[in-house]
């Protein structure tokens, strides 16, 4: 079953904000013209207005998501992807909203937006016991106000701020859930009736299923910037301080810790194809599981890809997902002007494992996917379609890490057959597939 996300909650965001600030100049009473405006339009796409209650200085209504199809529209036109899928399940979910004209020296619109229930799309979803009392107790802290946003924007309409409700709520079901969120702001920035920029920071956030698993993240950031005119152009990032993952595997306890964690991506429309870079870092990961320690340090992972067909990729987030052969069709259609991906650097600088501290390794790669890849043929028998696949890769090992390797029963084997060449002291693999041909280190393997 699945649980309602705080990214439903931003999807929600950006459509209030979008909403209620086209074509607006004038601070109150054209606000109020606007609205009316805006709501009958909102309409058109796939929601509808309820419950409506208008005053001097403010009113108060409920926005239904109706159409799922429309509303995929509705986001994906505002820069908020979002698939067919994920609309269905939130179909019939209701939105409540507060409205206030010139509440402050800042502020020429404030509003209140808040689930009120959770989605039809979900609720009448097979389920059983266990899961109808959740949804009765979730259906109970969105009843009061629990999940809140709460936004301001300037008297020029052109950038708001504003914060999330801390959430501190416990669900009782076969197992106590308790979840936490605190100290959750943002603000941006909107540029011809779209937002243009969006910054968010959260001090922590924790989730806790009693003797089973527990997460805890604190200080996140995230970025997003709209670079031009396709909803793609964009380049986002986001940065968390500590990740902690804990959790039962076979009544033994399994520990996960990531530190100073962060990513950035851009990606930018030529020509109606994508192309998207990506860059992540992370100074350490932690393992604990049976006892055992092992540690990575200086994690970084840089990746590039180019040409994809960026309208079969919006038509992928409408296909319905148990449709097979739609999705197989425009997967094909998705990869129809041939593929560029890259793996800069994928690095490790330090590893620690079984009680030995050691350098790690390094990998580069070059992926080329030919327009003419049949992936039918490549599903049923992947060796048919080599000749349309051509990848180098470089794999650089430190000996120490080398050595740890060679002592796995599993991988004795490989290494006889296969041997390393030495480069300044480290063990070096040159794989290489090209027209159909598969070498290593210069050996014809295929």
Do not use: C, W
């Not at 968390?240 to 039962?248: A, F, Q, T």
């Amino acid at each position: 079953m699945k649980k309602l996300g705080l990214g439903v909650i931003g999807l929600v965001l950006v459509a209030v904000i979008y909403y209620f600030t086209v074509g607006s100049e004038q601070i109150t009473q054209e606000i109020k013209t606007q609205v009316n405006s805006e709501l009958a339009t909102l309409e058109q796409n796939g929601f509808a207005i309820q419950d409506r209650e208008i005053k001097e200085s403010e009113e108060h209504f409920i926005i239904t998501f109706d159409d799922p199809e429309k509303i995929v529209d509705f986001f994906t036109a505002q820069g908020a992807h979002m698939s067919m899928e994920d609309a269905s399940t939130l179909k019939g979910m209701k939105i409540g909203v507060d409205a206030k004209y010139l509440n402050d020296t800042y502020s020429a619109l404030s509003l209140d937006i808040y689930p009120l229930n959770i989605p039809t799309g979900i609720t009448e979803l097979d389920m059983d016991k266990d899961d109808k009392l959740v949804i009765m107790q979730l259906n109970e802290i969105l009843k009061k106000k629990s999940i809140l946003i709460h936004v301001d924007f300037n008297k020029l309409l052109s950038s708001f701020k504003g914060h999330v409700r801390d959430i501190h709520e416990t669900i009782q079901g076969e197992n106590e859930v308790k979840f936490n969120m605190e100290g959750l702001t943002f603000d941006g920035k909107i540029e011809k009736g779209k937002l243009s920029k969006l910054d968010q920071i959260v001090k922590r956030v924790t989730f806790e299923a009693k003797d089973e698993a527990e997460i805890k993240l604190s200080e996140l950031t995230s970025n997003y910037k709209r670079t031009g005119p396709n909803s793609y152009d964009s380049a986002s990032g986001y940065s968390v301080k500590n990740i902690i993952l804990s959790g039962i595997d076979e009544k033994s306890k399994v520990l996960v810790s990531i530190d100073n964690m962060s990513a950035d991506t851009i990606t930018s429309i030529k020509n109606d194809l994508a192309q998207s870079s990506m860059k992540a870092t992370a100074d350490k990961v932690n393992f604990e599981a049976d006892g055992e320690k092992s540690l990575l340090e200086g994690i970084t992972f840089n990746f590039n890809i180019k040409n994809l067909d960026i309208l079969a990729l919006q038509k992928l987030e409408k296909v319905d997902v148990d449709d097979e052969e739609e999705i197989n069709r425009l997967m094909q259609e998705l990869i129809s002007k041939g593929i560029s991906m890259e793996i800069q650097t994928f690095k490790i600088k330090k590893i620690e494992a079984e009680g030995k501290k050691m350098d790690g390794f390094s990998l580069t790669a070059n992926i080329d996917v030919d327009k003419s890849l049949d992936l039918a043929a490549f599903q049923t028998n992947p060796m048919v379609a080599l000749n349309a696949i051509n990848t180098k890769t470089k794999i650089t090992l430190s000996s120490e890490l080398f050595s740890l390797i060679a002592q796995q029963p599993k991988a004795v084997m490989l290494m006889m057959l296969i041997q390393p060449q030495e480069l300044n002291g480290e063990k070096v693999y040159e794989v290489e597939l090209k027209n159909g041909s598969l070498t290593v280190n210069g050996k014809p393997m295929l």
